[in-house]
């Protein structure tokens, strides 16, 4: 089992920053991808930006250039640097762990809510 446990989420204006924390525990070594998801109110949670455990990152084409994803291995944290942030930014922030590919996400963060205001 691993446990992700999310923070750093907040209310924020438009063009401000925020980061994200997202701390592993757990059997941490049985995955080999981590990353943030996001859920609007009535939408689908969907992939913010991914890491696998060499350090390659992709991100989605809507936050590429604003939000940068980031480990420290030491800490077994993963982190989500925002930046520029939109209203459209707005949703919950979760952390999701994985293995695989195409990846099975098999764990879950209870989520950070982020909130922009124009």
């Known amino acids: 089992q691993v446990q992700l446990v999310e923070s750093g989420g907040g209310l924020v204006q438009a063009g401000g920053s925020l980061r994200l924390s997202c701390a592993a525990s757990?059997?941490?070594?049985?995955?080999?991808?981590i990353g943030w998801f996001r859920q609007a109110p009535g939408q689908q949670r969907d992939v913010v930006a991914t890491?696998?455990?060499?350090?390659?990152?992709d991100y989605a084409d809507s936050v590429k250039g604003r939000f940068t994803i980031s480990r420290d291995t030491a800490k077994n944290t993963l982190y989500l640097e925002m930046n520029n942030l939109k209203p459209e930014d707005t949703a919950v922030y979760y952390c999701?762990?994985?293995?695989?590919?195409?990846?099975?996400?098999?764990?879950w963060g209870r989520g950070t809510q982020v909130t922009v205001s124009s």
């Open positions: 999701g762990a994985g293995s695989g590919w195409p990846p099975t996400w098999g764990y």
């Open positions: 890491i696998n455990n060499v350090g390659i990152a």
């Open positions: 757990g059997n941490t070594f049985s995955i080999n991808r």
